[in-house]
């Protein structure tokens, strides 16, 4: 299995609703990434898990909490999210010196705020 | 930010055409790696070169390193209306046995016209 797994492919959610991105891989990767993408810019990193910890939070805002329960799973929750959060976010995982080798992506969720 | 950049940022050509796109970067590398997105949808890990390397090919694609002008070059020969996407290049920490942020450049927007 050489995939990057990521559900829902799209949701759309209001500002008081709190809902939760899945993220699954079967590579052995044992880091773990969340991108937030907006339209006709490049990715933008928000967190980075290494070995099932958190290593890097780029200033995300409260209202994004990320998870990772094993070492194939990795959530991203999300509350009281406001328009502007409207985005692609994407999941990747790389080997653990990941600088020395691909990321593999997932195909993204499209979240919409409302 | 050390966010790369990448020319053109819109690239619009004919099938069986060649396309060549450029990035620059500002930190030293040990890789740099090019990255396809189909719109909307994840990104594809096309190839990395390390910085010992000056080329390097993958079937139709043939990247180049030139570490003293801090840029690299990606060309797809004999293009197809399916590589229709966006291309990004990426910069992986130098940092060694860690993660951290794989930076993006802004990408270059290819179509390539049946």
């Known amino acids: 299995d050489t995939e990057v797994t990521q559900t829902p492919k799209h949701l759309v959610m209001g500002m008081t609703n709190k809902k939760s991105l899945k993220c699954e891989q079967h590579m052995g990767h044992r880091a773990m990434y969340w991108y937030k993408q907006k339209a006709k810019k490049p990715p933008e990193l928000m967190f980075v898990y290494s070995y099932e910890k958190l290593s890097i939070n780029e200033s995300v805002p409260s209202r994004f909490s990320p998870e990772c329960p094993n070492s194939s799973l990795l959530n991203l929750h999300l509350h009281a999210l406001q328009p502007e959060d409207s985005a692609l976010y994407l999941c990747a995982s790389s080997q653990v010196r990941g600088q020395l080798a691909g990321y593999t992506f997932g195909s993204g969720t499209r979240l919409t705020v409302v | 930010s050390q966010q790369g950049e990448e020319d053109p940022q819109a690239l619009s050509i004919q099938e069986g055409e060649n396309a060549t796109m450029n990035c620059s970067y500002k930190t030293s590398i040990n890789n740099l790696q090019w990255y396809r997105q189909n719109s909307g949808r994840g990104l594809v890990h096309l190839i990395l070169?390390?910085?010992?390397?000056r080329e390097k090919h993958s079937g139709r694609l043939r990247v180049t390193l030139d570490t003293s002008k801090k840029s690299s070059s990606l060309l797809i020969t004999a293009s197809r209306a399916a590589d229709t996407a966006s291309y990004f290049c990426?910069?992986?920490?130098?940092?060694?046995?860690?993660?951290?942020?794989?930076?993006f450049g802004k990408g270059t927007k290819l179509s390539v016209k049946p």
């Open positions: 070169i390390r910085s010992n390397e």
């Open positions: 990426a910069e992986p920490p130098t940092y060694g046995g860690s993660q951290g942020n794989l930076i």
